[in-house]
Structure formats: C-alpha cells, structure tokens
C-alpha cells in the first residue's frame, strides 16, 4: 500500500486494524457457516421433500462452490485488491442466506445455502482475508498474525451457536436465516479495510510463473491432498454430529453443546498453532493434529455414547479444527512467499472443499443407505492417518533460501 500522509487512511491501513477487520470477517463468515447443521432437524421437519440427504447436499454444494470459486477470487484479490472481492462475497452471503429462508423445495435450499453462501464464502473467507492479513506483516510474524485471523473464524464458531439455537427457538427457521443475513452485512462495512495489494520485492512475477511453480513443487502437492482430508473430516463432523447424537437417544441439548465446544476449544487451538507455526516445524505440527484428530474419533465412536464423552471428544475436535489453516497457509507463504498467497491458498481450498463437499453430502447418503453413519465415521479415522503421513515428506524450506528460481532472491524479503 503506498505511503500516505493521511492519519485517517495510516490508522485504517495499519497492519494491526487490517488484522482486526479481518478476524471480524473471519468471525462472521466462518461463524455462522459452522451453525448450520442445527437448521437440518427444522428444516426437514417443516419442507416435505427435504431429507438428510438432500439437507446434506446442499451444504455439500455450498462447500463445493466455496472450493471452486475460491482460486478465482484470490487471483482478482492479488490483481485488484482484496476489499471488492469482499464486498461483494458479503452482499453474496446475505442473498443467499435471505434466499434460504424463502425456500418451499430442495431447489431453493440448494440456490441459497448451496450456490449464493458458497460463492458468497469463497470471498470472504481464508484465502481472500488470509491472503490480505499474510502480505502486510514479515515472515516472522506471519504465521502468527494468520492464526489471530483464523482465531476471529474461531471465535465466530464458539459464539454462532447458542446465537443460532436461541433464534430458531424464539423466532423460526427462516426468520433466524433472515437475521443471520442482516449479521452477514457487516462483512460489507468492513472490506474496505482490506483494500491493500501485494507490495512485495518479487511483484514482477507473473501469475503463470507463480502457478508453475506451486503446481510442479511436490511439498505444495502434498498439502492440497492434505487439505482434502481436512474438509472431508470437518464438514462431515460439523453437519451430521448433531443428528448422530439425536439418533444415540441423547439429549437434543447436546448437539448444539458439542458444537459450541467445539468453537470454544478451536479458539484455544488456533491460538496455540499460530504461535507454534513461528517457532516449530509447521508439517510437524500438521501431523500431529491429524493422528490426534483419527485418535479422538475412534475413542469416541468405540465408547457408549453419553454426555461427557461426547463434549470431551468435542474438546478434543475443536482444538485441532481450524489449527491446520495458519500452519498450512503458513507454509504456502514460507514456501513461494505471500506476491500470490490468496491465489495459491485458493487452490489449496479448492481441494479442501471438494473434501467437504464429499464429507458432507456421503454423510448423508451413507445414512439413508445403511441407516447409520459408521461406514463414515471409520473412514474419518483412516484419512486422518494418510494426511499425517503425507506431510512428512514436506520440504518447508523457501525457493528464495534455495535459490533455485531466477528473481525469487527477494521474494521473502
């Protein structure tokens, strides 16, 4: 961002107010994108042609739209700046959110949920608001500042749900998804903030180039495969654990208990990796919240269901949940430095979403299948094993500290 001698415009643009509106967004979009599995039992109680499964399938849409626009909107964030991507992403979220409550059929659930959220987060999310927050501090900080902007996405998980339990409870379904729209507005006001364009030393590579790079380096393989697995454990996990419980004759408190656990332990989790990310082995670390995350599910499932194992394994969930995304974005950054980061972890979540789109959707296929989610809950266990082992061959170190590409000297500069 170009030096101004406005002490309004150095005040709005200060990387510590660009890390607070970004936590915000974060907060708000990721927030109340976690809050939506408990619209599943009202909904399909209330529409007739609505199952879990076609519930399912429009949650699994909207993670995949998310994923498929995502490349798109970072690469006009690096080449346009990231605040009318956001801007829009908000107006997006909001339509789509107005356009669920109005929904008589699947159709209009798959439109509102599935299409306008999903586009609606592609903008707004990890790798237009990461990617904004990423290039306006050091490298030494930087794994840190992203994990206080994921930590806004935690926050916003851990606050959603009693504020989207006590909506549907006192008001109705779609009047709660209208006020929801109305929160989702704020991510509008604050974009502005986030207007500022890459500056860094190597800003004469080109997107191609860029591209090249990523897609022939095998660490940057490794971590898309790896992020799949992350969506796919996530989305299944944060749409059907509610109605698993539901079906353990638990309590129907518990659902939304498990899931606001979840948001309270990732802030703890987020927290923690971000900082550990700048001192330790960010793969290493990687690899250790996959095991943990296959660990705590298999416990779980082998247990007999009851309240408290079901909010400890909640516990133990929500401190690896959204742990992966500075560590991962982080390495993205170490790796080709941040001139292209939104577009590079654009890709990244592509996969991711494609996992969350399978996650989500089979989780309620398998259901209406076989009558139970075991078949899903198992293989939860097993890809959380392949993601560790696959990041261990990561190579974390800079091409700029390698020296291998012509121009990439400064690119970490």
Known sequence: MPATSNPAARFLFDPRFVLLAGSLIALVALGMRHSFGLFLDPIAGSLPDVDREAFGFAIALQNLMWGVAQPFAGMIADRFGSARVIFVGGMLYAGG???ASAASTSLGLVLGFGVLVGVGLSATSYAVVLGAVGRRFPPGRRTSALGIASLGGS??????????LSLIDSLSWPTALVSLALVAAVICVLAPVLSGRSVEPNADQTLK????????HRGFVLLVLGF?????????????LPAYLLDRHLAPWLGGAALATIGATNIAGTFVCGVMGDILSKKK??????????????VFVLLAPSDVSTLLFAAVMGFTWLGTVPLTTGIVAQIFGARYLATLV?????????????GAWLGGLVFEHTGNYDIMWWSVVASGVLAAVIHLPINERSL????TVPGRALSNA
């Open 228 to 240: 799949f697995v992350c969506g796919f454990q996530l989305a299944f996990i944060g749409t059907h």
């Open 97 to 99: 959110l107005v356009c």
């Open 209 to 216: 180039s860029a591209l090249g790079e990523a897609l022939s």
């Open 346 to 358: 654009g890709i990244v979540f592509l996969m991711h979403q494609i996992g969350s789109f399978l």
């Open 155 to 164: 926050l916003g998980i851990f606050l959603s749900v009693p504020v989207t």
């Open 285 to 298: 670390i990687l690899v250790a919240l996959y095991l943990a995350r296959s660990g705590a599910v298999a």
């Open 400 to 403: 700029a500290d390698e020296g």
